[in-house]
């Protein structure tokens, strides 16, 4: 329909909001879901499916997934799909979030972190499936990628960003936010590129790390609420 949508994160509640062009400004269509984070819409030949992290649930945080009737409205009920059940998954607190899925060659790919945001035990794992909904099958060499052992700008944490494959290059491609150390900087998060043959890795950190270092702020007002 020629418009952009944003599905966002604020206070624990992920909403919508909808713009012309990709750098806003973004009109706020409402809330969709409660007690939740970090949304990421899948569309699976015209067939849509927001995944999703529900923050309010004993055993830690874990990642659902839910039809959409359109992009502005949920329909159905949400599954779950993954949860923090692995010892990398629950080394600094149980939790599984941050999901990206990718669909390759009929296998989707479900990319998500594991374990305590703030901590350098964070990594990267991800789950496979024959369908959208699941069921999800974690690989089990998780963690795929982990915070750099040497003083560097990823040196503190690494976190999910998204997936993709490259066919000209034969390559997958993993794209992260990265945090150094608190010692080495305030804690500024940059986004880095890394680069692996199969999806499991292991993977290369591209030697132009950071891309865009340090994320200060964000200049512009990309939301607006009616008044």
Known sequence: DGKFYLYYTANWKIGVAVADKPDGIFADRGILIDNAIDAHLFDDDGKRYLYFVRTNL????????????????????????????????????????GPWMLKHDGVYYLLYSGTGANTPNYGVGYATADNPLGPFTKYAGNPIFEPDPAPAWDSRRVATGSLEYEPDLNKWRLWYGGLPM????????????AEADVPEGPYTRHPSNPFNNPILSAPNVLISRPS
Do not use: Y
């Open 58 to 97: 004993s055993g830690g945080f874990k990642i659902f997934v839910q039809e959409m009737a359109n992009l502005l409205e949920l329909t159905g009920s949400s599954k779950k799909i993954i949860e923090p059940t692995e010892d990398w998954e629950k080394k600094s607190g149980s939790v599984t979030e």
């Open 182 to 193: 608190p010692d080495d900087s305030p804690g500024w998060q940059g986004v880095g590129l």
